[in-house]
Structure formats: structure tokens, C-alpha cells
């Protein structure tokens, strides 16, 4: 009896330890998040010359609308191209979309990789660009984004996240994940430049050097190459700007087998990179002080918000009737009580609260939050489901083209 107590004890204590870090690591750059951050001032006055890529697999529904959006910039019109990496179109959308001024590059692979797509397209190309600007599919720029990216570099970087944000919320779904990647907005970006951390890249509505993305990107052939690159800019001490106000609007998930598969994709492709890269991460800190790239590393072991307070409330409301209730049959195996849970739980939950938007404290969003006990389950069947999900292609399709983000 006494060594099963001891496991269990063990083993309580260890989730305990994982699930409060967690909840530090968000609190933390939750908080920094309301506040405001200096900007750093010009340094250069030049008009960089952007490839503005755009891969796509079997996107004939919104490829066209999108393509023809992106040419909507009040940037010198000279001054960037639009490039559709065309994988797996239709005859007819191939010929729509070479009635655009645009760049049509088809690509086919036996295996088909975004990062095989985009590599391909910069082979093709060639080197008269400065700046890579990187877009989905479905993704539609607000016309001032390359100007707002094009000032970034003026600032000195050479890798900018822009304001990646939901072109719709017709679904609780869609509702869901949008405030979901607001909450990642606020902590992963904006509170991690507001403590002079990098921000984290999303893999589309990025602007990177042409000449360091095409160099970095040769060498990566993962389905996560996003996160593949972000980790190699900060292994070599780049700094990731994000620009909160360069608008790009995003497709959001409407049906719950699309959830599952993104969420077992962008789950599979953080534990990979974290098994990879813990140990380089730890010795870039330890022998040269590299705490964005060590941050980094510990950014991927962290838990999806819904997935972290969802655990923390079943631990909580568990804990709660042992405790409330007496049973103490049940309460002698476990060293912690309800209020070490329910610290953590609530937490969690004002964090939540700071970082998300106060346009969607609404009654949809609440109508939407009674979807997130499904919303906690499909993340669980999303865990069960990662094997083999970072080492293969799982495509998301998409249905709504361009004129959405014109309501917000």
C-alpha cells in the first residue's frame, strides 16, 4: 500500500510540476501583453522588393479571389510580385489564374510539402527579391501589410510575424479557433516582444529575407517548416519582430474533423522540434546566454491553452469533491488538495481572460465556449492521433475566399 501511495504521489506531483510551469510560462507573458513596448526607431529608408509566395494544394475554391487580393497593395506596384505555387489545381483555375498580372510556378511531388513547394518555387524565381512574404492559401492581406512589413526591415529585422487573424467566425468552431489564436497572438507575440523576446512565427503572413529563407530553407523538409525555421533564426540570435498592426486575414477551422487534423499536425510538429533541439537549446543558453532560442525550445513542450485549462478544471473539479465531500479513502493516496489545483486553475483562467480580445467578449463567444468540452475532447483524440503526423503531409481545405475580413 505504502508503495503504491509513493507512485502515485510521484506521479501527481510530476503532472502538478508540468501543468503549473505551463501556467507560469502563460501567465507571465500574458501580464506582459497589456502593456505597451517601445519601437525600435528607422534605421534605413529603402523599398524593399517582395516575392509574395503563395503555396497551395488542390485550393481551386479560394486560390483565384485570394491571388487577386494580394495584388490590392498600396505598395509600389514594381516593387513585389505575387507568386501561386500551384500543386494539384485544376486545368480551369490554372487558366484563371493566369488571366492575373501574377506568377503562376506549378509544382508535383510524389509527397507533397509546403516547404518542397515554396523550395521549388525559389529555385524557379531566382534571387531579385529581397524579402520572402509568406501567405496560405487562404489568406487575405489587410493593403497596407507590405508597407508595415517593408518598415520592419527598416527597423533592422530580417524577420517579421504580422497580425494573423480570423477572416471568419460563422461557425462556434471558427469562433473557437479564432480567439484561440488571439490568445496565441497576445502571449507568443506581443508579451514576448514586450519583454524584448522574439515572437513566434505562424507560418503564413511572415516577411523574411529572400536570401536567408531561400539559404534556411534548403536545408528543411518537415511538414512543421515554420517552426523548423524559427527555430534555426534564433539559434543563430535573430530577432523576430511582430507587427500587431499588419493585418492578414485567416481562414478559421469550421468542422471539427479539420480541428483534429491541424491540431494533431501543429502538436506532432512541437514535439518533434523539441526532442531535436533541447539539448542545442540548453547549451546555447548555458555557454552563450541565448535565453530566445532556450524560450523557444520551451515553448514547444507547452500544452494548447483549451488543452492546459481543460485538464487543470477536470484536476480541479476532482479535487474538489474529495475535498468538499471527505473522502478520505481517496485523499490519503494523493499529497496535494484542491486549493494547490485550483490556485493554478484560476490562474490559467485569468491569463485566458487578459489575453484575449475584448471585441469578442460577446454572445457569440459565449455561445461558443459551450463547444469547448467537445473542443477539450477533439484535442485529446488529436493526442492520441500525432504519431507519424510530423512526418506527412495532412492538408486543410479551405472554402471561404477574400471578402470576410472587410467586416472587421
Known amino acids: 500500500m505504502n508503495i503504491l501511495k509513493i507512485v502515485l504521489s510521484i506521479i501527481e506531483v510530476g503532472i502538478y510540476a508540468y501543468l503549473a510551469s505551463s501556467t507560469l510560462y502563460v501567465l507571465i507573458y500574458g501580464i506582459a501583453s497589456v502593456f505597451p513596448r ?4 528607422v534605421s534605413l529608408n529603402k523599398m524593399n522588393r517582395f516575392a509574395v509566395m503563395i503555396p497551395g494544394y488542390k485550393e481551386d475554391m479560394v486560390i483565384v479571389d485570394v491571388a487577386k487580393d494580394a495584388l490590392k497593395q498600396n505598395y509600389p506596384g514594381n516593387l513585389f510580385e505575387v507568386i501561386v505555387i500551384a500543386d494539384s489545381f485544376k486545368p480551369e483555375t490554372l487558366a484563371e489564374l493566369r488571366k492575373l498580372p501574377i506568377r503562376v510556378v506549378e509544382v508535383v511531388f510524389e509527397v507533397s510539402k509546403k516547404s518542397k513547394a ?16 509568406i501567405l496560405d492559401a487562404d489568406n487575405v492581406m489587410a493593403e497596407d501589410v507590405l508597407s508595415k512589413i517593408n518598415l520592419a526591415f527598416n527597423r533592422g529585422f530580417v524577420a517579421v510575424q504580422g497580425h494573423r487573424m480570423a477572416k471568419n467566425t460563422n461557425t462556434s468552431f471558427a469562433v473557437l479557433d479564432a480567439v484561440s489564436e488571439e490568445i496565441n497572438n497576445s502571449i507568443f507575440r506581443s508579451g514576448h516582444r514586450v519583454l524584448g523576446l522574439s515572437s513566434a512565427l505562424i507560418g503564413s503572413g511572415m516577411g523574411i529575407s529572400y536570401p536567408l529563407y531561400k539559404q534556411m530553407m534548403a536545408g528543411i523538409d518537415s511538414v512543421g517548416e515554420d517552426k523548423e525555421m524559427e527555430m534555426r533564426l534564433l539559434q543563430q540570435n535573430y530577432k523576430i519582430e511582430y507587427v500587431e498592426d499588419a493585418r492578414i486575414f485567416d481562414e478559421k477551422t469550421q468542422k471539427s474533423d479539420v480541428f483534429v487534423n491541424q491540431r494533431r499536425r501543429w502538436i506532432a510538429a512541437q514535439l518533434s522540434h523539441f526532442k531535436h533541439y533541447f539539448f542545442d537549446g540548453l547549451y546555447s543558453l548555458i555557454r552563450y546566454g541565448n535565453i530566445d532560442y532556450f524560450d523557444k525550445v520551451i515553448q514547444m513542450i507547452q500544452p494548447p491553452r483549451i488543452l492546459l485549462i481543460g485538464i487543470l478544471f477536470l484536476f480541479t473539479f476532482s479535487s474538489a469533491i474529495v475535498h468538499f465531500f471527505n473522502f478520505t479513502i481517496v485523499s490519503d493516496f494523493f499529497i496535494l488538495g484542491f486549493y494547490y489545483w485550483l490556485i493554478i486553475f484560476l490562474l490559467t483562467a485569468f491569463t485566458v481572460s487578459l489575453a484575449v480580445p475584448k471585441k469578442y467578449y460577446t454572445k457569440k463567444t459565449f455561445i461558443a465556449l ?25 492538408h486543410t481545405t479551405h472554402s471561404i475566399a477574400g471578402e470576410t475580413h472587410k467586416k472587421h
Open 38 to 41: 517601445r519601437i525600435k526607431a
Open 118 to 133: 515554396l523550395n521549388k518555387c525559389m529555385e524557379v524565381i531566382g534571387d531579385d527579391f529581397d524579402v520572402a512574404m
Open 370 to 394: 459551450l463547444s469547448l468540452p467537445y473542443g477539450f475532447i477533439l484535442m485529446i483524440l488529436s493526442l492520441l492521433q500525432i504519431k507519424g503526423a510530423s512526418k506527412r503531409f495532412i
